[in-house]
């Protein structure tokens, strides 16, 4: 055989050493390819099957009454532990997952009776409708137009915790802090502000509220008014853009006319006074935020009263106060967006409740003086 035969032969072994190889490579591709596809799919059938189970009720057949204590403040991580320990759900995380997809939200604290029969819809429904199995233990009714201070007197007058106790924890910046981090939406780091009186001043919403523990804890008693706040804020986000405000802008305007109006009070009309006052650039001048300043109550603000040095004194400075300076109810939270469209630059409440509204100093002063100044001077008989 000659060199050149040789060669040749030799060329064409390592051609087909070199196609075996591939060939067992490809082979092996393949294999591990196949492998993975069946581990990939036996993991999201196993993944997908267990879902589906923990999404089915633990025990369909099982209608033993199961009590279970949501406690004031639960959030929902806290309130799927307490059903997993009791049986009532498979896995906590679909659980949390299943109320965040179907964007469940406002459920009540209490007693309640479940079975292990029960759906996660079931049972989240039940939480909402709040049928507990026992009646609250106390209640507090937070009226509207109420500040930090007297909040804290009522929780005191309902519960053993003193007065001074509650206004520190009111005002425990770590307690803020946690309050934000569930509430991000409506409190923001506004709330900090330079001068600002009360951090959480006008975020405790007026309402009654049910305890249904001897002795909640403070964070439980507070929780559930910044809570409410928060659902009823959330209904007017896509007005406060249009209207250039925050929602601290919007809660310290929504307390201003709160604190000014009457049983008889058009809110609407006093939102248009202050607004038509911004637009001016005249200073809001309204008496509830120089006795917020004072820290006093009192029928009558006097002359020397509005000389009072504080930035909450709208006589001395304007623009808005830097925060709320009470607590608003929904009637007011929708004046504050939704004024009426006046010229009115003045108004005054007269001993009768009624409100006068005027559109110049002059017209003002001569009202003052009808239904102030001479009602004053005829009861001191003069």
């Known amino acids: 055989m000659s060199k050149k035969d040789s060669d040749k032969d030799l060329f064409q072994k390592k051609i087909l050493e070199k196609q075996q190889e591939a060939k067992i490579v490809r082979k092996i591709v ?5 492998v993975l596809l069946i581990v990939f799919s036996g993991i999201i059938g196993g993944g997908y099957l267990y879902i589906n189970s923990a999404l089915k009720p633990v025990d369909p057949p099982n209608n033993k009454q199961i009590t ?42 209490g007693k309640y009776t479940f079975t292990k029969a029960m759906s996660f819809q079931d049972i989240i429904n039940g939480l909402k409708d709040g049928k507990v199995t026992n009646q609250a233990v106390f209640q507090l009714t937070i009226p509207e137009g ?3 201070t007297e909040i804290a007197k009522i929780i005191s007058n309902k519960t053993s915790y003193p007065e001074d106790e509650i206004l520190k924890k009111l005002t425990d910046k770590k307690f803020i802090q946690s309050l ?53 804020v959330s209904k007017y986000y896509g007005e406060l853009e249009p209207n250039n405000l925050t929602v601290h802008q919007f809660l310290t305007m929504a307390s201003l006319i709160e604190e000014e109006a009457t049983a008889k009070a058009d809110r ?58 009470a607590n608003a109810g929904e009637m007011s939270l929708t004046a504050a967006l939704q004024p009426e469209q006046t010229d009115f630059l003045y ?33 001191k008989g003069s």
């Open 180 to 232: 934000q981090k569930e509430y991000p939406n409506i409190l923001t780091d506004e709330i900090y502000g330079n001068n600002i009186k009360y951090a959480l001043e006008g975020y405790l919403f007026p309402a009654t509220y049910f305890y249904y523990e001897e002795k909640p804890t403070l964070e439980q008693i507070i929780d559930p008014m910044v809570e409410k706040t928060s659902k009823i």
């Open 268 to 325: 609407e009309k006093i939102s248009s006074v202050f607004y038509n006052r911004l637009d001016e650039e005249m200073p809001l001048q309204t008496d509830p935020t120089v006795l917020y300043a004072l820290g006093k109550h009192k029928d009558r603000v006097l002359y020397k009263d509005l000389e009072v040095d504080s930035p909450y004194n709208t006589y001395r400075n304007k623009g808005l106060p830097p925060g709320p300076i």
């Open 30 to 34: 393949l294999t591990i390819f196949i």
């Open 146 to 148: 109420r500040q930090i």
């Open 68 to 109: 279970v204590s949501i406690p004031i403040g639960s959030s929902v991580s806290s309130i799927a532990k307490i059903l997993k320990e009791n049986g009532l759900i498979k896995d906590e995380k679909i659980f949390r997952y299943y109320v965040k997809f179907k964007n469940e939200s406002g459920f009540q604290a």
């Open 347 to 379: 108004f005054l409440a007269t001993k009768e409740g009624e409100v006068i509204f005027t559109k110049t100093l002059q017209e003002h002063n001569k009202e003052k003086a009808k239904h102030i100044t001479n009602q004053d001077k005829a009861e």
